[in-house]
């Protein structure tokens, strides 16, 4: 969808705040010397620098995005700022970004498509990646000043949103080989993006950085959407063995994948490596397990989508007692409560509880997603 030539670049202040992904403990001069070198640009003819689009898509909009990955009560508060605001967050003008395509005649069904995500500012392709993205027929599209100091909704996700949409009106692609990737601060960007946008991604690549999901920090998306990551999703974590922090950090983020019903998912530890990009075995090892395929045993998914619906529902009703009770402040602490865990899954109801509990008693600011932080 061709939007206007000049969209603001500036989105309100309430989404921008909406989260940043910070600079973690290594400093500037350390990702300078350890991560620009591994990032250095592979030397092929089919790998195009400063790249420029035109294309803009409604799924890259200011207000798609908060919808799908902000808490409902944080949406609802932010819309007349939407309202107010032009469409896209991003002006494509000023924006470049590389796009690698493999050698030779596209596959009969298509090209699979990789959109990374880098914590590092320029766009480029990594270190001895080209070889095992050609094997594999995958496009890989980076931009520039993404990295892990650019603002994450005004920034980050819509450029790897806009990346995705202008490699696949260019080049065929296979829906069902769309991948989200990244790099440490990037990975953890990604793990939000395939969350809230399982509609485009069929799988997330997760090297050396991830959180756990649910609750404001990072927000399940509305129900169907997340019905739809719990299905079709299959993230795999790549990490090094010696980036201990990290290993750390990906078992957490197991833990709540489970908690949350979301099962296809599976890891690769890359030997004798630190918090650095993934090498090219390593690479080809995560590649071969995101394409695998993976069915989700129907009773266990609907097992523990169940006892989700009964916690929800427990919430729900704490929160109905409160207000039938004339309790407001407590009503309201529920009702934020419900938002700050349950997400978009929980919009419905939450919707409802605010029909239901006096204007007065609805004044509370629910506090915007957290920031995450660490390497």
């Given at each position: 969808?061709?939007?206007?030539?000049?969209?603001?670049?500036?989105?309100?202040?309430?989404?921008?705040?909406?989260?940043?992904?910070?600079?973690?403990?290594?400093?500037?001069?350390?990702?300078?010397?350890?991560?620009?070198?591994?990032?250095?640009?592979?030397?092929?003819?089919?790998?195009?620098?400063?790249?420029?689009?035109?294309?803009?898509?409604?799924?890259?909009?200011?207000?798609?995005?908060?919808?799908?990955?902000?808490?409902?009560?944080?949406?609802?508060?932010?819309?007349?700022?939407?309202?107010?605001?032009?469409?896209?967050?991003?002006?494509?003008?000023?924006?470049?970004?590389?796009?690698?395509?493999?050698?030779?005649?596209?596959?009969?069904?298509?090209?699979?498509?990789?959109?990374?995500?880098?914590?590092?500012?320029?766009?480029?392709?990594?270190?001895?990646?080209?070889?095992?993205?050609?094997?594999?027929?995958?496009?890989?599209?980076?931009?520039?000043?993404?990295?892990?100091?650019?603002?994450?909704?005004?920034?980050?996700?819509?450029l790897a949103l806009l990346g995705y949409e202008n490699v696949r009106s260019r080049y065929p692609i296979d829906a069902n080989r769309v991948y989200i990737g990244g790099m440490s601060g990037g990975s953890r960007v990604a793990l939000r993006v395939a969350l809230a946008y399982p509609d485009v991604f069929r799988g997330a690549l997760l090297n050396a950085g991830s959180d756990p999901i649910g609750g404001d920090e990072v927000a399940l998306p509305p129900?169907?959407?997340?019905?739809?990551?719990?299905?079709?999703?299959?993230?795999?974590?790549?990490?090094?063995?010696?980036?201990?922090?990290?290993?750390?950090?990906?078992?957490?983020?197991?833990?709540?994948?489970?908690?949350?019903?979301?099962?296809?998912?599976?890891?690769?530890?890359?030997?004798?490596?630190?918090?650095?990009?993934?090498?090219?075995?390593?690479?080809?090892?995560?590649?071969?397990?995101?394409?695998?395929?993976?069915?989700?045993?129907?009773?266990?998914?609907?097992?523990?989508?169940?006892?989700?619906?009964?916690?929800?529902?427990?919430?729900?009703?704490?929160?109905?007692?409160?207000?039938?009770?004339?309790?407001?402040?407590?009503?309201?602490?529920?009702?934020?409560?419900?938002?700050?865990?349950?997400?978009?899954?929980?919009?419905?109801?939450?919707?409802?509880?605010?029909?239901?509990?006096?204007?007065?008693?609805?004044?509370?600011?629910?506090?915007?997603?957290?920031?995450?932080?660490?390497?």
């Amino acid at each position: 969808m061709q939007m206007r030539d000049s969209p603001n670049a500036d989105i309100p202040a309430a989404l921008q705040c909406a989260r940043r992904i910070v600079l973690h403990t290594l400093r500037v001069a350390i990702w300078l010397g350890v991560f620009g070198a591994a990032a250095a640009n592979a030397a092929s003819d089919n790998t195009a620098k400063n790249v420029t689009f035109n294309t803009y898509s409604p799924l890259s909009s200011s207000a798609e995005m908060a919808r799908r990955m902000l808490t409902p009560l944080t949406y609802r508060r932010i819309q007349p700022d939407l309202a107010n605001a032009r469409p896209q967050p991003i002006d494509l003008s000023g924006e470049k970004f590389l796009v690698h395509v493999p050698d030779g005649a596209p596959p009969v069904q298509g090209y699979g498509l990789l959109v990374f995500i880098p914590p590092w500012q320029q766009a480029s392709l990594p270190k001895d990646w080209a070889g095992v993205l050609d094997r594999h027929d995958l496009i890989f599209v980076t931009a520039a000043n993404s990295g892990n100091d650019a603002g994450m909704l005004d920034r980050r996700v819509p450029l790897a949103l806009l990346g995705y949409e202008n490699v696949r009106s260019r080049y065929p692609i296979d829906a069902n080989r769309v991948y989200i990737g990244g790099m440490s601060g990037g990975s953890r960007v990604a793990l939000r993006v395939a969350l809230a946008y399982p509609d485009v991604f069929r799988g997330a690549l997760l090297n050396a950085g991830s959180d756990p999901i649910g609750g404001d920090e990072v927000a399940l998306p509305p129900l169907d959407l997340f019905h739809r990551f719990q299905e079709s999703t299959r993230l795999v974590f790549l990490t090094g063995a010696r980036d201990e922090v990290n290993m750390h950090n990906d078992l957490q983020s197991q833990t709540s994948l489970r908690g949350w019903c979301v099962f296809d998912f599976d890891s690769v530890t890359i030997p004798r490596r630190g918090h650095e990009i993934a090498d090219a075995a390593g690479l080809a090892q995560a590649l071969k397990k995101l394409e695998q395929p993976f069915a989700v045993e129907p009773g266990k998914l609907a097992q523990c989508r169940a006892a989700l619906d009964e916690e929800l529902a427990s919430k729900v009703a704490g929160a109905r007692t409160a207000i039938r009770e004339g309790e407001h402040d407590r009503a309201v602490a529920e009702i934020t409560a419900i938002d700050a865990r349950f997400g978009g899954m929980a919009e419905q109801a939450i919707a409802t509880l605010r029909d239901q509990t006096p204007p007065s008693a609805t004044k509370t600011k629910p506090a915007p997603p957290a920031a995450p932080s660490g390497p």
